[in-house]
């Protein structure tokens, strides 16, 4: 649950909110045909829980549509009735965007039927596809093209295109390819009123005014639904290689990142940071997992390229970047994946990252970014303020170094109360936020607001901002029945 919405103000929503009317839900059940209709409480239950088990919401119905018609039908009975949707796609968010309240009253769409590749253009490089295409599905599509579409999170098994659209997901690949901002050529979307805005364009230029799709992208599905993308698609690597290096410290990693983008280019594909505490907690509850290294480092990186020319010459630069790192006295030990079940044994440490940390109990999380040099900075600065905060916790900082994104974590001290722990949340955020307002930095970099961070734009936006958003969301939504209570 959001550590600001107690249950005590949750219970007071409800009782104010109406639940859904039998009727009303009826006439939403005729548009998708009751087979897509679920009422039932232990089907609904799956829809209401997020990865994080922080919200948890209630509702009547979840609305499954086949079609871009039936979700404008849906939001033009919506807009009528006052009724709010809460678009749902993979629910892998961590920000509690695709969780209903606690009134009961809101209705779950979920995308997850609109899974259709509808088209893969390779003399244009694009794909055009489905909101509820899942994001492994639509690489795999690709790469039966002989093509890469190169969006990358530990989740792509499960979130959906409509997700990672409506979030600007990041991930891993984003050093080289950029967020899915920059993925996304084109949308098709309802609008809060049931009407279609055909923007399924695939042009890489088109200056004819306000960018629409871009207001889209990172909405969290508070301005519309979206049906169909067009996505960009970029030449398959003929090689890659995968390298996992010990550092002193994060100066030093951040030195090797130098030393990989003057070797590498355009060509080094990923560069993830990862702390020896995050090493150990993943041998200690990942089955199979074998340490990297021989000896034990402070910090690590997860680093890949890839050529377009073939294995050998990624083999080659890796080794390049290893042995300037070692001349330079950045790198202190490293090894490069030999075969591709190698390469994934080093992948798969990262991928848990987020998962493998509830293993270890309570864990305060942050997804925060700041200028890249200012990493090393932002991380002893962290971990002095949290560590006197709360003696014995355990800072769990790791993720994306190249682009300044920190998953800057906090497991409880061995042994503490998880709920004790837990409760200083909202102390421990403001604290690290502060440290991160000081260098530059934002609160989020890659997973939105919704309602987790809600509370805390009005800190970190000027109100100029906040106003010009509130104006945005009246333009789309009059009514405010899309999502309401999320981001503003
Ligand atoms: C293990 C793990 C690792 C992760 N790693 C990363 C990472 O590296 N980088 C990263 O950026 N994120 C990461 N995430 C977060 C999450 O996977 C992404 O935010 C993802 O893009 C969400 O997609 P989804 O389909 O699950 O969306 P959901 O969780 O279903 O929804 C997310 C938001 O989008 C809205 N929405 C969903 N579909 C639509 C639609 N069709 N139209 C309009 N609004 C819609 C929802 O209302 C909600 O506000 C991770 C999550 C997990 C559990």
Same mark, same amino acid.
């Given at each position: 649950m959001d550590p600001g919405l107690s249950w005590a103000r949750l219970a007071e929503m409800d009782a104010r909110t109406p639940s859904l009317p039998p009727d009303i839900a009826g006439r939403f059940a005729a548009i998708v045909g009751e087979a897509y209709a679920v009422r039932d409480p232990a089907e609904i239950a799956p829809y209401l829980i997020e990865p994080r088990a922080k919200f948890h919401g209630r509702t009547a119905l979840v609305l499954r549509p086949g079609s871009a018609g039936e979700v404008s039908d849906i939001l033009r009975l919506a807009n009528q009735t006052g009724t709010p949707i809460v678009p749902q796609g @993979?629910?892998? @968010? #961590? #920000? $509690? $965007?695709q969780v209903p309240d606690a009134s009961g009253g809101q209705v779950i769409v979920s995308l997850s039927r609109l899974n259709g590749i509808r088209e893969v253009d390779t003399d244009g490089d694009t794909m055009t596809v489905e909101a509820g295409v899942v994001l492994a599905a639509a690489q795999a599509a690709a790469d039966a093209a002989d093509r890469l579409f190169p969006l990358s999170l530990a989740s792509e098994g499960s979130c959906e295109i409509g997700g990672n659209v409506s979030t600007n997901a990041g991930g891993t690949a984003v050093l080289a390819y950029g967020n899915m901002r920059n993925l996304v050529l084109g949308l098709e979307v309802v609008l809060p009123t049931g009407e279609v805005w055909e923007g399924l364009r695939r042009l890489r230029k088109d200056n004819t005014g306000y960018d629409l799709r871009d207001l889209f992208v990172g909405a969290e599905g508070t301005l519309g639904i979206i049906t169909a993308a067009v996505l960009r698609l970029f030449p398959k690597p003929r090689g890659t290689s995968v390298a996992f290096v010990g550092v002193k410290d994060p100066d030093a990693a951040l030195a090797l990142l130098d030393i990989a983008r003057a070797q590498a280019a355009s060509g080094l594909t990923a560069f993830e940071l990862i702390p020896r505490i995050a090493i150990d907690v993943v041998l200690r509850h990942v089955p199979g997992t074998r340490d990297p290294l021989a000896g034990v480092h402070d910090w690590y990186v997860l680093f890949e390229v890839s050529s377009s020319r073939s294995e050998a010459d990624a083999e080659q630069t890796v080794e390049a970047i290893f042995g300037e790192g070692v001349a330079r006295d950045v790198v202190e030990d490293g090894v490069q994946a030999r075969s591709l079940d190698q390469a994934n044994a080093f992948w798969r440490i990262r991928h848990t990252l987020s998962e493998v940390q509830k293993e270890e109990g309570g864990s305060i999380k942050h997804d925060v970014a700041v200028p890249v040099a200012a990493v090393p900075e932002f991380i002893r600065r962290a971990n002095a303020a949290v560590t006197a905060m709360i003696p014995g916790a355990r800072p769990f900082p790791f993720g994306h170094v190249g682009d300044g994104n920190i998953h800057y974590n906090i497991s409880q001290? #061995? $042994?503490?109360?998880k709920a004790a722990f837990l409760a200083r949340w909202d102390e421990v955020n403001q604290r690290v936020h502060g440290i991160v307002a000081d260098l530059g930095g934002t609160i989020s970099a890659e997973h939105g607001i919704g309602t987790l961070k809600r509370g805390m734009l009005a800190a970190v936006k000027p109100p100029i901002e906040l106003d010009l958003m509130r104006r945005i969301k009246a333009a789309f939504d009059p009514n405010g029945i899309l999502n309401p209570g999320k981001v503003l």
């Open positions: @993979g629910n892998t @968010g #961590v #920000v $509690g $965007g001290p #061995v $042994g503490a109360d």
